[in-house]
């Protein structure tokens, strides 16, 4: 009843390897093979040969001060503020070309509906 492609499709699926999400046991005594998980668990060591506490660390981060001169620049990307503000200019300067070259179509081949645009006509005064 059961072809033998399904049987070994069954198997295959049995006998997949599925990474796993949560670090095991069994994965944390193989050298070399760390997950960037638990990379990122591993406690930094600090002067005195200790490890860090979660406490220590939170208590070294909101004691840590940074002057404006040092965000100015060492924390700004320069080269993507750059770049952001090139490509925004150069789709400034691209929208105003075509709307000029869009101006200039109408009034040379469209002339009524350059007049409808820009309508001629004394203005009333008060």
């Known amino acids: 009843m059961v072809s033998d492609s399904d ?14 999400l ?11 093979k760390q997950s960037s998980v638990s990379k990122r668990k591993i406690e930094k060591d600090i ?6 506490t979660n406490k ?3 208590e070294r981060i909101s004691h840590t ?12 990307d320069w080269n993507m503020l750059r770049l952001f503000f090139g ?3 150069l789709f400034f300067f691209a ?4 709307s000029l070259l869009y101006l ?6 469209k002339e009524n509906l350059w007049y409808y645009y820009f309508p001629v006509s004394s203005k009333e005064e008060l």
């Open 87 to 89: 490509l925004l200019m």
């Open 104 to 109: 200039m179509f109408v009034f040379s081949f």
């Open 22 to 32: 949560i670090q095991t046991e069994k994965n944390e005594h193989v050298p070399g």
């Open 47 to 52: 002067p005195n040969g200790d490890k860090e």
């Open 7 to 20: 049987k070994e499709c069954c198997d295959a699926m049995r006998q997949r390897i599925i990474p796993k």
């Open 95 to 98: 929208v105003g070309f075509t």
């Open 65 to 76: 001060n940074v002057s404006f001169m040092e965000f100015w620049m060492q924390c700004i």
């Open 56 to 58: 220590e660390r939170v």
